[in-house]
């Protein structure tokens, strides 16, 4: 996957996003499809930017290693409604007849895969765009490296993360391992905060 003023997807932060973006819309069968109708409009609002390549990264279905590895990651999260499944798995099966590219790897996350093609494409492209607004994809910002939000229609790139923390990229995931992460459940080291 070589990547030329490419654009990477954090698909399944997309869909949660969108999940939770809008009100109820149901179909004909009273399904909720709230998440499958947002998803697909920004879609096409991504894709009018006319990106050389394209490809969405998915999260594993199955357990992560970071749980086998950490059995309290993520624990704190509730459980997903079946209706969130569903739509889900309606979202995946329309990408995939449309013939949108994607990407998923047993066991890893879709950062996880976003991160092998920043990391092995250096020297390789012009610019890679990230689209999500996950924290942890900062770290990967390099001079070619953009993270765009669309929800808050925000790009960070190398120098606006310098000047909001006062470190590079490359020091990012030293700060998150500091001050730890109640998102996901990952302690820090006690009494260090982002300002202490």
């Given at each position: 996957f070589l990547l030329m003023s490419s654009m990477i997807l954090d698909g399944s932060w997309f869909v949660f996003r969108a999940y939770y973006a809008i009100p109820e819309l149901h179909d004909r069968e009273g399904h909720n499809v709230n998440a499958v109708f947002w998803f697909f409009r920004m879609l096409l609002k991504l894709l009018d930017s006319k990106p050389k390549q394209f490809v969405i990264a998915w999260?594993?279905?199955?357990?992560?290693?970071?749980k086998e590895q950490f059995v309290t990651y993520k624990a704190n999260r509730t459980k997903m409604p079946d209706e969130f499944k569903w739509q889900m798995g309606m979202i995946h099966q329309i990408a995939e007849e449309i013939g949108i590219p994607a990407l998923q790897a047993p066991g890893y996350e879709a950062d996880d895969i976003i991160a092998t093609l920043v990391l092995t494409s250096v020297g390789k492209v012009d610019e890679v765009r990230i689209v999500s607004s996950d924290k942890d994809i900062k770290q990967l910002l390099q001079p070619w490296v953009v993270v765009y939000d669309p929800s808050k229609d925000i790009l960070s790139d190398h120098d606006s993360f310098a000047a909001e923390f006062w470190f590079t990229p490359a020091q990012y995931l030293d700060y998150l391992s500091l001050i730890g992460?109640?998102?996901?459940?990952?302690?820090?080291?006690?009494g260090i905060w982002p300002k202490t």
């Open positions: 999260d594993s279905p199955m357990k992560t290693i970071r992460d109640s998102s996901d459940n990952v302690p820090g080291v006690s």
